[in-house]
């Protein structure tokens, strides 16, 4: 595959395409706006919500991002959701239920897209003073649809809860994970990265032997998989969760090292 060249770039974001600072690397805005330049699409494929990339937008003022792990589709340049697949309040009510049933100590929050609800108990990692969060109770949260639903343990390890989750929800939703803590990311059911990273593709014209996909966690696997089965590239950081390591075609250095850029520069 030495003279392989992609016709989409996507990649993900905290852990990958930012560095441990929180910002993209001269060098690496540089190697993405080569290639766009010179016709190719760059896709930011995150769990993040469009409220979290203005800052990123300041870099990165092209193209479209896949948010909430595949639900949202938004264009980065006019900050303008192009496309939502929500999950509806019949399943979430069933399903915060059961997971309130079988794990009392499990608390809940929401994305809207670009608002956020969380329940008093519920600790988010970080600013909850910033614009359009707000405190809410499970019962109002849940009445209309959601982006992303975010199912948090204090107490529970990681792997432990998520695989909880994962055997209540069943096949209603879709249930990933990002980070180091007991968080489970539920989605609408068959929504993933990839069916994000797809629609956009086919917008296109692209097929997924024809894209190129980085990513570090859990909640790439689907997309890794969707370029891997056509013949396309799925690209881990060399600190990626093992099960993504599993599923890779390449492997690349750290985020820290520019890691993106590097690997694109080789093509």
């Given at each position: 595959?030495?003279?392989?060249?992609?016709?989409?770039i996507?990649?993900?974001?905290?852990?990958?395409?930012?560095?441990?600072?929180?910002?993209?690397?001269?060098?690496?805005?540089?190697?993405?706006?080569?290639?766009?330049?010179?016709?190719v699409p760059?896709?930011l494929?995150?769990?993040?919500?469009?409220?979290?990339?203005?800052?990123v937008?300041?870099?990165?003022?092209?193209?479209t991002?896949?948010?909430?792990?595949?639900?949202?589709?938004?264009?980065?340049?006019?900050?303008?959701?192009?496309?939502?697949?929500?999950?509806?309040p019949?399943?979430?009510?069933?399903?915060?239920?059961?997971?309130?049933?079988?794990q009392?100590?499990t608390?809940?929050?929401?994305?809207?897209?670009?608002?956020?609800?969380h329940?008093?108990i519920?600790?988010?990692?970080?600013?909850?003073?910033?614009?359009?969060?707000?405190?809410?109770?499970?019962?109002?949260?849940?009445?209309?649809?959601?982006?992303?639903?975010?199912?948090?343990?204090e107490?529970?390890?990681?792997?432990?809860?998520?695989?909880?989750?994962?055997?209540?929800?069943?096949?209603r939703?879709?249930?990933?994970?990002?980070?180091?803590?007991a968080?489970?990311?539920?989605?609408?059911a068959?929504?993933?990265?990839?069916?994000?990273?797809?629609?956009?593709a086919?917008?296109?014209?692209?097929?997924?032997?024809?894209?190129?996909?980085?990513?570090?966690?859990?909640?790439?696997?689907?997309?890794?998989?969707?370029?891997?089965?056509?013949?396309?590239?799925?690209?881990?950081?060399?600190?990626?969760?093992?099960?993504?390591?599993?599923?890779?075609?390449d492997?690349?250095?750290?985020?820290?090292?520019?890691?993106?850029?590097?690997?694109?520069d080789?093509?």
């Amino acid at each position: 595959m030495s003279d392989w060249r992609p016709r989409l770039i996507a990649s993900d974001m905290d852990g990958t395409l930012l560095r441990s600072d929180d910002t993209v690397s001269a060098a690496t805005v540089a190697e993405l706006e080569r290639w766009r330049a010179d016709g190719v699409p760059v896709v930011l494929a995150t769990g993040r919500p469009p409220r979290w990339m203005h800052r990123v937008r300041e870099v990165l003022r092209f193209g479209t991002a896949v948010c909430c792990n595949g639900a949202v589709l938004l264009d980065l340049e006019r900050f303008e959701i192009l496309h939502e697949e929500p999950v509806h309040p019949d399943v979430l009510r069933s399903v915060t239920n059961e997971l309130r049933r079988h794990q009392p100590d499990t608390w809940f929050a929401v994305e809207y897209g670009l608002e956020f609800r969380h329940e008093p108990i519920y600790r988010p990692r970080w600013d909850v003073n910033a614009p359009g969060v707000e405190v809410a109770t499970l019962e109002e949260m849940i009445t209309n649809p959601v982006a992303k639903l975010l199912a948090r343990h204090e107490h529970l390890p990681r792997d432990e809860f998520v695989r909880l989750v994962e055997e209540i929800v069943g096949d209603r939703a879709t249930v990933t994970h990002s980070g180091p803590d007991a968080l489970a990311e539920i989605s609408a059911a068959g929504v993933t990265k990839a069916s994000g990273l797809a629609r956009v593709a086919a917008d296109h014209g692209i097929g997924p032997e024809d894209v190129v996909v980085f990513g570090d966690m859990p909640n790439d696997i689907a997309a890794f998989e969707w370029v891997r089965a056509a013949g396309g590239r799925a690209v881990a950081m060399a600190h990626a969760h093992p099960g993504l390591l599993a599923v890779a075609t390449d492997v690349t250095v750290g985020n820290d090292e520019d890691g993106v850029a590097a690997f694109l520069d080789t093509l």
